[in-house]
């Protein structure tokens, strides 16, 4: 049994991916490049061949991009951001601590300071001014790397008292800068030395701001036993600001047990001790071994999304339940246009990772835009599956991003999967998906959808969001027009779209073709999916000149509802539209236009014969008894191709074989 491979997502993700520049250290790592490319405004707005659109684009994403992308926080906390947390060439210093990346980035985001603190010359000055005051102002505190804060809290001497911790650079600084603790605190003194030390633990890291440069040690001695009142539970953090406030030493008698009992109870309900550590994504409750999680799959997708792909998550779920693989699903919100009406699987969702395997059933692309948006804490120590549909021969190198933060992709068909195998890191298995019809489809007639019930329907379906050039409605519009020239033929066309932006080129193209028929049905509205089939079902044929396609859930579906598809004998589509069980079309490849498809720079797809496509409407409107041959072939191939049982028993024998379910299956 192969053991699953999981891979270290956030430090692949931190590799190096554009470089620093001279006069900005800091690098680009992958997944920031990633975000970039499919954010256009980020793009438009910084220019990563530039050396000062890659300092602006850093800076953004470490001040408002953070906001927004977890992901860029936990690449910072980790250590796995080149260049931010190592020293600035152009600042050399070694006290307080060299000039690093981070800082030189709160230098460039902050007018006042490149004016107050001109660089080189300036460095040290400006090290006091980030570590006082900037890092905290810039909400850069969490980020400050561990060999800062190790020089800043090294000690200036030894420790006078082994119960009170050393006297620290920053703790000198900050008594050098303020006369009233010099006045306060003669240094020369051990005994000085120590309760300026305890102030500083207790009230000065609050006036500055600087609880984010308390070390461990310093923590544990501020929750540790008060010797003031041993054994009473009153803390060093209660019982020295107990000593330094009077209202409360009148309160409170220490020397009396009700005395300390009343300052704990107090404390309790009145202050808020300094806060923890944090967890870091190396802390956080994901860091155990993928043994550690519990056995199944958590699918990431858009549960309640009527569109394409989130018929895909839906219909995961499906395959998984039957054949008993435990699964949770987790929802994503697609594009706001679309509708939030299929509740399928709210009785499986969740608000977070539970199992062993996570697959995200959604564009790689999208895959970023989730991860970076939800942080790598969840990721940790599980074993990440994309289940990708792609539409053209090659993945864009341009986003290649994404195969970081996946151990292995699942594809819907040989075209996607040679699409992604010849470039990506990680293993691509095919996986043919599973394909239902909703049980009460049949309820729906051509009555409810106002189509005549004498005529010979074709039909075709597609979403605007799924470009209409790929789907290239019009030359389903065209071929129809040939085959059947003359109007008396007792034949139609049904095309169904759904989010047409009825301002666009395509879609005035699209009605004006159609209008120039009577024959031709436009329908433009959102159905349920009951409907959806419903409609298909109730009309005789199938027909998709598309470019490309993933892998073509319609048609699979209009074969498992027993009706002939004819369909562009190219792409996903050709691994179960043959002669066999449908009515492929020929086709030439051409290029992909600008604009025509995201990621179509330098590819092709087809452009389908539309002569062969008429005589194919022609052949399946007039051959009725060998049309009937091939619809049935179809639907036996895709009941047994695409049955929810088969997907999920393709499901369930890879994630055993990785070791991701338990040794009964489960």
């Known amino acids: 049994m192969t053991r699953a491979r999981v891979t270290d997502k956030l430090r692949l993700a931190g590799v190096a991916a554009r470089p620093a520049s001279a006069d900005f250290p800091i690098a ?8 970039h490319e499919q954010r256009p405004d980020l793009a438009e707005r910084f220019d990563l061949d530039d050396p000062e659109g ?45 000039v690093t990346g981070l800082m030189r980035l709160a230098w460039r985001a902050r007018d006042d300071a490149r004016a107050a603190f001109p660089l080189p010359e300036a460095t040290e000055a400006f090290v006091w001014w980030f570590v006082l005051h900037g890092a905290r102002e810039l909400g850069f505190d969490d980020l400050v790397g561990p060999a800062t804060r190790d020089d800043l809290n090294r000690p200036m001497l030894p420790s006078d008292d082994p119960d009170t911790p050393p006297i620290t650079r920053v703790m000198g600084y900050l008594w050098r800068v303020r006369p009233d603790l010099q006045a306060a605190f003669g240094l020369q003194l051990a005994d000085m030395r120590c309760r300026y030390v305890r102030w500083y633990l207790t009230v000065g890291v609050r006036e500055h701001d600087l609880t984010w440069l308390l070390t461990p040690e310093q923590r544990d001695w501020l929750h540790g036993a008060w010797p003031g009142a041993p054994g009473s539970g009153v803390s060093n953090l209660m019982g020295e600001s107990w000593s330094t406030d009077p209202a409360l030493r009148e309160r409170f008698d220490l020397a009396e047990p009700s005395g300390a009992a009343g300052l704990i109870e107090w404390w309790r309900t ?144 040989r075209f996607t999967h040679d699409a992604f195998a010849g470039r990506a890191p990680v293993p691509v298995v095919i996986m043919p998906p599973a394909v239902e019809l909703p049980a009460d489809h049949g309820r729906w007639h051509r009555s409810d959808f106002g189509l005549p019930e004498n005529a010979f329907l074709f039909h075709f379906s597609f979403d605007f969001l799924s470009y209409p050039h790929r789907k290239n409605p019009w030359a389903c519009v065209e071929a129809f027009r040939r085959a059947f020239p003359s109007p008396r033929e007792p034949v139609g066309l049904v095309v169904k779209t759904m989010r047409a932006e009825h301002g666009s080129v395509a879609w005035r193209r699209l009605r004006r073709a159609a209008a120039e028929d009577p024959r031709i049905v436009l329908l433009d509205r959102t159905l349920s999916r009951s409907e959806t089939i419903g409609l298909m079902a109730s009309t005789d044929a199938y027909l998709s000149l598309h470019r490309a396609e993933g892998f073509g859930r319609g048609l699979a579906e209009a074969m498992l509802a027993g009706r002939p598809v004819i369909a562009t004998g190219y792409s996903g589509t050709a691994d179960f539209v043959t002669e066999a069980t449908g009515f492929p079309v020929d086709y030439r490849l051409v290029a992909v236009r600008p604009g025509q498809y995201p990621g179509g720079e330098k590819q092709h797809w087809a452009d389908p014969d539309i002569d062969h496509a008429a005589a194919r409407l022609r052949q399946v409107y007039e051959d009725a008894d060998n049309t009937r041959l091939i619809a049935e072939a179809g639907r036996r191939h895709a009941e047994q191709a695409f049955s929810p049982l088969a997907a999920g028993a393709r499901y369930r024998e890879r994630l055993a074989s990785l070791g991701l379910l338990d040794p009964d299956g489960r």
């Open 28 to 35: 680009i790592p992958r997944l920031l490049v990633a975000i």
């Open 270 to 413: 009145h202050r808020i001790p300094p806060p923890g550590s944090g967890d870091s994504v190396e802390q956080a409750g994901v860091r155990q071994g993928n043994d550690d999680f519990a056995t199944g799959v958590d699918l990431f997708g858009y549960t309640r999304g009527e569109l394409g792909i989130g018929e895909d998550v839906r219909m995961l779920a499906r395959a998984l339940a039957t054949t008993g693989v435990p699964h949770a699903a987790i929802d994503v919100r697609p594009d706001p246009s679309v509708r939030q009406d299929d509740r399928r699987l709210d009785g499986i969702l969740a608000e977070r990772p539970c199992h062993r395997a996570v697959v995200f059933a959604m564009t790689g692309v999208e895959t970023v835009r989730v991860v970076a948006t939800r942080g790598f804490a969840e990721l940790r120590g599980r074993y990440v599956i994309g289940h990708w549909p792609w539409e053209l021969p090659v993945w864009p190198g341009r986003w290649d991003g994404a195969y970081d933060l996946v151990d292995e992709i699942w594809t819907i068909s």
């Open 54 to 98: 890659r300092a602006g684009y850093v800076t953004w994403c470490l001040t408002e991009g953070r906001n927004d992308y977890r992901g860029i926080v936990d690449l910072a906390r980790v250590g796995v951001f080149p260049g931010l947390n190592e020293p600035d060439p152009s600042c050399a210093t070694v006290d307080p601590t060299p």
